[in-house]
């Protein structure tokens, strides 16, 4: 049976990847202002991310301690309002982001930029472990003269240490706008613990994370 699962692995993979979710009709409503609005992020600041496939970076990211609220969604292209069908398909120009409500009292964005690095491959090109186009390219966005900075010193830190084979091809942009994705797609992890990427691609890469930031977790998340 085990030989039989990895040999059709790859297909499950393909079946349920992030790039080829099927829609809950009952489910997919996209995420408005209103409910946004049910997030408290009173004296929260924001920083946008694209790392890939939002369920796993939106895992990540909620589980630090300082951090109010993550959100799925959509950024780095020029269409309004894109649906998860435009993006995962390579229709629209923007890619799979992720908005981090942070309070940053408790954590600074340079800790984010570092959580951000970590837990993605910054050197390959619109690719990240199963999912491959555009819609899944690295960015990181900056708000402030200041975020562009850190940003730039980091990646010039990485290229230097020569720890990656190739070098940093994370764009950084300033950020315009963040267009939250459809609802089933918010705390898709959680709530699919026995989705076939989650088991199989999503899950040890988070408990890979828990291990390595097991400081900076929530009290929650702490073995």
Request: neutral net charge; charged residues 20%.
């Amino acid at each position: 049976m085990a030989t039989l699962f990895y040999l059709f692995l790859p297909f499950f993979l393909f079946l349920s990847s992030c790039s080829q979710a099927e829609t809950n009709a009952d489910d997919a409503a996209t995420i408005t202002e209103a409910n946004l609005a049910q997030v408290d992020t009173a004296g929260l600041a924001k920083a946008t991310f694209a790392g890939g496939c939002f369920w796993c970076t939106e895992a990540y990211f909620e589980r630090l301690e300082g951090v109010g609220a993550v959100i799925s969604g959509y950024s780095g292209g020029s269409e309004r309002n894109p649906t998860y069908e435009q993006v995962s398909s390579g229709l629209s120009s923007h890619a799979e982001a992720v908005q981090v409500y942070y309070n940053p009292k408790q954590i600074t964005f340079s800790e984010l930029v570092k959580v951000f690095f970590d837990t993605h491959d910054p050197t390959t090109l619109n690719r990240q472990g199963p999912d491959h186009g555009k819609q899944y390219r690295s960015i990181a966005f900056y708000r402030t003269p200041q975020e562009k900075a850190i940003l730039t010193a980091y990646i010039k830190k990485i290229n230097e240490s020569g720890k990656q084979k190739n070098k940093v091809v994370t764009i950084v942009q300033p950020f315009k706008q963040f267009w939250p994705a459809e609802d089933y797609h918010q705390d898709y992890y959680k709530r699919n613990p026995s989705d076939p990427y989650v088991v199989s691609v999503a899950r040890p890469k988070v408990l890979k994370f828990e291990k390595n930031y097991a400081q900076e977790l929530k009290p929650e998340y702490r073995k």
